[in-house]
């Protein structure tokens, strides 16, 4: 789902294409001498009709599949999060277990490497749970957003059907009333055209809705970016009090060096999954 509204707005563009009924003005305008204007104009009521029912037709259908694919890239993106998370916590797993295995018996480290996996583990729930609130969020309010530009699209054409229908019910009055065909011509193409311009004033309306789904983004941007800045910012703390322990009771510089190099190992495979996993969350949650 881009949310850059290019999907969307074939909504919007499809309420414009009913104005293309208007040309049919002047099929009524164009009544030479000796045609029946009011028969024309019945002509026309027809024509109108049945393009606008036409029209309305395919914007329900446009929503049907939007809302289908919507579903479809939700529960794509859920799985693909799923999957890499699931990938993701293996790898960690086999990192602690190779560090357990580097640090022998001594209970002191495995104590220290005991409360590093605690800290870990919670910095990525934390995360995690962050970003699953975000997305639930953006997704609310991009489904609050579709929803208020469906109500304005329905009633933009309501309002635009309702012009056109008076328009040439007004008409057909005349006609019955004996009124000047001259007239009766010009009035309708006056009445068609400023039904056009109210559709077209709504029609821009409703475009502008696609800055809330902007506003939305930025924030949701925000969230996440935070959220992984505080992960890595808990990342380093773990790793910090980490080596300290390790460091305090090792015996040689050797056993520094290998647990060190071990462990930071371990700390960049988590890092690289949670960038990952948030460049996925952004790129998806805007389309």
């Known amino acids: 789902m881009n949310i850059t509204m290019n ?9 414009a294409i009913v104005v ?5 003005t002047a099929y009524a305008q164009g009544s030479s001498h000796g045609r029946n204007t009011c028969e024309r104009i019945t002509q026309l009521s027809d024509k109108v009709n049945s393009r606008l029912d036409a029209q309305t037709e395919k914007i329900a259908a446009r929503r049907t ?6 579903s479809d890239r939700k529960a794509d993106r859920a799985s693909r999060i799923e999957e890499k998370r699931t990938e993701a916590d293996t790898k960690r797993n086999d990192r602690f277990a190779h560090l357990e295995e580097q640090l022998g018996d001594d209970p ?6 005991d409360e590093f996996k605690l800290a870990v583990r919670d910095a990525f729930e934390t995360r995690r749970a962050i970003i699953d609130a975000a997305n639930d969020s953006f997704r609310a309010e991009v489904d609050l957003v579709l929803e208020s530009r469906n109500v304005d699209v329905d009633a ?6 309702g012009s056109v229908v008076a328009a040439i019910d007004t008409a057909q009055a005349s006609c019955e009333a004996g009124d000047n065909p001259s007239e009766i011509r010009a009035e309708l193409k006056a009445s068609m055209e400023a039904a056009k311009a109210e559709l077209k004033e709504s029609k821009d309306v409703i475009k502008n809705i696609s800055e809330s789904v902007r506003d939305a983004i930025s924030d949701h941007k925000d969230t996440i970016a935070a959220a992984v800045d505080d992960f890595k910012d808990a990342l380093k703390d773990a790793k910090d009090a980490f080596r300290d322990a390790v460091r305090a009771a090792s015996e040689s510089d050797d056993e520094n060096d290998d647990e060190e190099e071990s462990h930071d190992e371990d700390e960049n495979d988590d890092e690289e999954e949670s960038d990952d996993e948030d460049e996925n969350d952004d790129e998806d949650d805007e389309e």
């Open 156 to 161: 933009a054409l309501a309002e635009f059907r």
């Open 7 to 15: 999907k969307g707005i074939s909504l919007i563009i499809g309420l």
């Open 108 to 113: 002191v480290k495995l104590a220290a490497l």
């Open 65 to 70: 599949e939007q809302a289908r694919k919507l």
């Open 20 to 24: 293309s009924m208007v040309p049919f």
